[in-house]
Structures are given as structure tokens and as C-alpha cells.
């Protein structure tokens, strides 16, 4: 059974950090890529960041040079580094596994508030 379990979230000020975790199984982590989307209150998903399974990555321009995505097969866990973190990050965040350009398996999410 595929699983992704996130962690990490939490209330952090504007400017802070927090680094998500996602713990995967199930399924051969190492041959996927993996994305992190979240959904802020009371909007839609919006795709954050992704690293394919040669650890090749790419990132939303709200996040570019502040969140920073890696992964480690041998742990099966991807992660999300935040910094320099904003109100308007604050969001649920999902971990998800590609499979041919489509999102077949999430996490349950993980809340970041960032405020003062």
C-alpha cells in the first residue's frame, strides 16, 4: 500500500523557517518524482516544487530562492527547506508522487501558518 505521511508544519513569524518532511512507502521512492503542492485557505492547489528521480529540480516562482526541495532515496523522505517565510505561504502542504505527468498518491497534509 502506497503511503506518504507529511510532518513538520507549524506557526513560525515572517521571516522564520521550517522544514517539511514527507515519509514515503510502499512503492519504489527512488524511480518517482516527487512534488510538494499546497492550498492556502480558501484557494485552490498551487504546485510548490518538484524533484524527478535523477534529483533534478524546479520551483514555483512565488518560492525561487527560498524553498528548497531534496529527497533521500535511502530514507525514502523528501523534504521542503522553507526560508524566508511569508503570510501568504501559509497553507496546507501535500506531498504527492508523479506518475506519467499525473498525481496518483498524496499525503494528508501538513499546516504552516506563518503570522506574527
Known amino acids: 500500500e502506497v503511503q506518504l505521511v507529511e510532518s513538520g508544519g507549524g506557526l513560525v513569524q515572517p521571516g522564520g523557517s521550517l522544514r517539511l518532511s514527507c515519509a514515503a512507502s510502499?512503492?519504489?521512492?527512488?524511480?518517482?518524482?516527487m512534488t510538494w503542492v499546497r492550498q492556502a485557505p480558501g484557494k485552490g492547489l498551487e504546485w510548490v516544487s518538484a524533484?524527478?528521480?535523477?534529483?533534478?529540480?524546479s520551483d514555483a516562482d512565488s518560492v525561487k530562492g527560498r524553498f528548497a526541495i531534496s529527497r533521500d532515496n535511502a530514507k525514502n523522505t523528501l523534504y521542503l527547506q522553507m526560508n524566508s517565510l511569508k503570510p501568504e505561504d501559509t497553507a496546507t502542504y501535500y506531498c504527492?508522487?508523479?506518475?506519467?505527468?499525473?498525481?496518483?498518491?498524496w499525503g494528508q497534509g501538513t499546516q504552516v501558518t506563518v503570522s506574527s
Open positions: 504527492a508522487r508523479e506518475f506519467y505527468h499525473l498525481y496518483d498518491y
Open positions: 510502499g512503492f519504489t521512492f527512488s524511480g518517482h518524482t
Open positions: 524533484i524527478n528521480n535523477r534529483g533534478g529540480t
